[in-house]
């Protein structure tokens, strides 16, 4: 008989002491919450400033910005792999097969664009390796395609990365003229708040 109330007496403590932990770990979890909620102005701009890092999505030589696509900027590639320059979600992938948006956790859209291409040459030259609204994170080989059998038919193999937005992002370009796929290559930040 003792045994028995042992053994209940020792289930209601464990069930007790679990409850308790639980309850305690979700008070703490909501005091975050609201501590988080509660940030200065001062902290907020900090966090703006900070901006959003897009890496290269390819090894290459950068070629600056080019009005003929907006706001955005062409990389000569040494090979033909694109990888997703930041994690976000494919939200369009374009009928040639050779460019995509790429929608980052952050909200801001990015064009990717490999090489101009024809409708007989998508099949040949193309091979995706994603799918609309799949989830990726940075470094997942997106697209890969033959950059001398492109030249070979007389098209510029060129990679864009480019804004897709009507906000007025400020941009910076990493000031490097060769950049490795991963390395920084832009930095994306908020319009200057006034406080």
């Not at 897009?54 to 033909?80: K, M, N, W």
């Not at 992938?93 to 040459?121: C, F, H, I, W």
């Not at 003229?177 to 930095?187: D, S």
Request: glycine share 10%.
């Amino acid at each position: 008989m003792s045994i028995t109330i042992s053994i209940y007496l020792a289930g209601v403590i464990v069930f007790v002491a679990l409850m308790g932990g639980f309850w305690l770990g979700r008070s703490v979890k909501w005091m975050t919450v609201d501590a988080d909620s509660r940030v200065d102005e001062k902290e907020a701009v900090k966090r703006i400033s900070a901006g959003w890092e897009i890496c290269s999505p390819a090894t290459g030589i950068v070629c600056g910005f080019d009005e003929g696509i907006g706001r955005g900027v062409l990389i000569q590639p040494e090979r033909g792999a694109v990888y997703a320059p930041a994690s976000g979600k494919i939200t369009k992938l374009y009928p040639m097969g050779n460019a995509m948006l790429l929608q980052m956790d952050s909200g801001v859209e990015l064009l990717l664009r490999a090489g101009e291409t024809k409708d007989e040459l998508h099949n040949v030259y193309y091979r995706l390796h994603v799918i609309q609204n799949e989830i990726v994170s940075k470094g997942k080989l997106l697209l890969e395609y033959d950059v001398e059998g492109l030249q070979k038919e007389g098209v510029d193999t060129a990679i864009v990365v480019a804004l897709e937005t009507n906000r007025n992002y400020e941009i910076a370009v990493a000031r490097r003229e060769r950049v490795k796929a991963g390395e920084e290559l832009l930095r994306i930040y908020e319009p200057a708040l006034t406080v």
